[in-house]
């Protein structure tokens, strides 16, 4: 399910509520870092038609005129969302840009958030962490505590390194939400003490705002895969949620 705008929707979000989309990868091509076997759009491979990113100046150009169509019409905007076909932060322009999306959203949706979802591999470069520093809602994404798990569950490029972008995470000091995908396949089951246990601590060291744990939702490129139930997700976070943390699950 590639999206073939920049801009794109607006859609309703299990997450954000009403959601206007932003691509900063190729309109009918996918490039990211993972290759997640649950994604939505697709296997990296079969996304490799296309390879041109957009410019900032495209991006604040169809931003633009898809706000002023939106107020233009009364549409109420929730979340300005950084989604799209891959890793945002891949864009070699995404500082530019979050700063020019923050100046558009000002004038024409000032009561939206701007939120970016990322699988925070680039949380560790100074300019990509100060970007998303700026948005509302910096949404980043940890599947598992071990890169064992990761590489059965994100297929990561290599260098990929769990502790490393822990520690990346740190630096928001807390100001961020963690997203966390649980499902379960033949060689992982994310409710399993192993994953489970482990990812608590992690979310505890990190100590998010809000944890935003879901499941599969749409096909997935992978077979075999099975969700989670609300229940048994409620269960799994029952702990940090006694604890006090924020907490929002999406069946």
């Known amino acids: 399910m590639l999206r073939e705008e920049t801009v794109f929707g607006p859609i309703f979000s299990r997450r954000l509520g009403t959601s206007l989309g932003i691509n900063l990868l190729p309109e009918k091509g996918k ?66 840009i979050i700063d020019d999306t923050l100046e558009l959203r000002d004038k024409f949706a000032p009561n939206a958030k701007v939120s970016v979802l990322s699988n925070a591999t680039r949380v560790h470069v100074p300019e990509i962490f100060e970007a998303l520093r700026k948005v509302d809602n910096p949404i980043m994404k940890i599947d598992a505590p071990t890169n ?77 895969l099975s969700k989670l139930s609300p229940d048994e997700m409620h269960s799994i976070l029952q702990p940090l949620i006694d604890e006090g943390f924020q907490v929002q699950i999406k069946g």
């Not at 931003?63 to 233009?72: E, F, H, I, T, V």
């Not at 989604?83 to 322009?93: I, K, R, V």
């Not at 290599?158 to 499902?183: H, I, N, S, T």
């Not at 409710?191 to 482990?198: D, I, R, Y």
């Open 148 to 224: 064992e798990l990761v590489a059965k569950i994100n297929n990561p490029a290599p260098g990929y390194d769990v502790r490393r972008v822990v520690e990346a995470l740190k630096q928001f000091d807390g100001d961020f939400v963690l997203q966390w995908c649980l499902l379960r396949s033949p060689d992982f089951d994310s409710s399993s003490p192993e994953v489970a246990g482990p990812m608590l601590d992690i979310i505890r060291q990190l100590h998010p705002r809000e944890v935003m744990a879901y499941t599969i939702d749409r096909p997935t490129p992978a077979q075999n």
């Open 31 to 96: 490039i990211c870092n993972f290759d997640c076997i649950y994604c939505e759009c697709g296997w990296n491979r079969d996304g490799r038609n296309d390879t041109k990113l957009p410019s900032a100046e495209k991006v604040r150009h169809d931003l633009s005129n898809m706000l002023q169509d939106l107020a233009g019409e009364g549409t109420k905007i929730d979340s300005i969302t950084f989604s799209g076909d891959g890793e945002p932060t891949l864009n070699p322009e995404f500082p530019q």
